[in-house]
Nanobody, 124 residues
C-alpha cells in the first residue's frame, strides 16, 4: 500500500485547509487511518485518526474542535479538514495507515505505512 498526501500550503491565522491522503495498492477499508505532524526540531505528534469502520474518531487535544478527519472508502482517500488555523499548527503533516484493528491508536509505532508529508504553514 502507498499513501500520497496533498493539500498543504500557506495560510493566515484563522484560515482553513483540507489535506487529502490518497491510498493506492490496497483498499482503504482494510486500514485504520491517521494524520500526524512534525514541526522543526520536534517529535512527530498525533493529530487525528479514524477507524476502518468510520465509527470511531480520535483527536489530539490541541486540535479538537478545529479539525475533522473523514474517509471516503469509495475514493480510497482520507481527509483532514483544518479550520481556525494557528501559527502553532505549522508543521509537515503525514498520513499513516495501520492494519484493520478494533483499537484505534494515537501513537506513531502501530502505523506501519506512511505518506511523504505535506507542508502546512500558518503565518501572517
Amino acid at each position: 500500500v502507498q499513501l500520497q498526501a496533498s493539500g498543504g500550503g500557506s495560510v493566515q491565522p484563522g484560515g482553513s485547509l483540507r489535506l487529502s491522503c490518497a491510498v493506492s495498492g490496497s483498499s482503504i477499508s482494510r486500514y485504520n487511518m491517521a494524520w500526524f505532524r512534525q514541526a522543526p526540531g520536534k517529535e512527530r505528534e498525533f493529530v487525528a485518526a479514524v477507524r476502518w469502520s468510520s465509527d470511531i474518531e480520535r483527536y489530539a487535544d490541541s486540535v479538537k474542535g478545529r479539525v475533522t478527519i473523514s474517509r471516503d472508502n469509495a475514493k480510497n482517500t482520507v481527509y483532514l479538514q483544518m479550520n481556525s488555523l494557528k501559527p502553532e499548527d505549522t508543521a509537515v503533516y503525514y498520513c499513516a495507515a495501520d492494519a484493520k484493528k478494533l483499537m484505534l491508536f494515537t501513537t506513531v509505532a502501530p502505523y506501519s505505512t506512511w505518506g511523504q508529508g505535506t507542508q502546512v504553514t500558518v503565518s501572517s
